[in-house]
């Protein structure tokens, strides 16, 4: 049985609780993603972002991403945390834990619930810079032509061709 949670909070995010809950004896492998707020963008100093969240419909979108990942890579467990708010440089953004009997779908797993988180999550990033100035960035839109232009992550592609 796959365990999957997700959470938005403006609490720090705590990478040892994401381990924790994918942790199962019958797999030998966790992957994660750590996402954090860098100091630069575009020839910029950032100082921070503010991370944006509809909290409703981003838990559904995180949700959705996971149980698409178990119909990929059966008997792994998911933990998606996003943090809503203002984040220094260095703050932790984003946490994704995936466990699984092997590594290879662990880091495959992981690589396409990130991919897929930043291209459909309704999260919107507004960096602060050095010199006093903010800028929203441009990212996920909420409507139907943003759904129909996403890409596929290659999984598929490559069942269909015998290599997974």
């Not at 972002?49 to 008997?75: F, P, Q, R």
């Not at 930043?118 to 999260?123: G, H, L, S, T």
Request: with cysteine; glycine share 8%.
């Amino acid at each position: 049985m796959n365990k999957i949670t997700v959470k938005v909070s403006t609490d720090s995010i705590e990478i040892q609780d994401a381990v924790a809950y994918v942790s199962d004896p019958a797999h030998g492998a966790i992957d994660t993603f750590i996402g954090t707020v860098r100091n630069n963008h575009e020839g910029k100093t950032v100082t921070g972002i503010t991370y944006d969240v509809h909290d409703a419909l981003t838990k559904n979108v995180l949700k959705e991403i996971c149980d698409e990942a178990t119909g990929m890579w059966a008997s792994t467990n998911y933990y998606v945390a996003h943090y809503k708010g203002v984040l220094d440089v260095g703050g932790i953004s984003i946490v994704i834990a995936v466990s699984s009997a092997h590594r290879g779908e662990s880091f495959d797993a992981c690589r396409y619930v990130i991919e897929e988180i930043k291209k459909r999550a309704p999260i919107w990033k507004k960096e602060h810079y050095r010199d006093g100035k903010s800028d929203w960035l441009p990212g996920h839109s909420l409507t139907s032509e943003a759904e129909e232009s996403l890409l596929c992550c290659g999984h598929c592609q490559k069942e269909t061709q015998g290599h997974v």
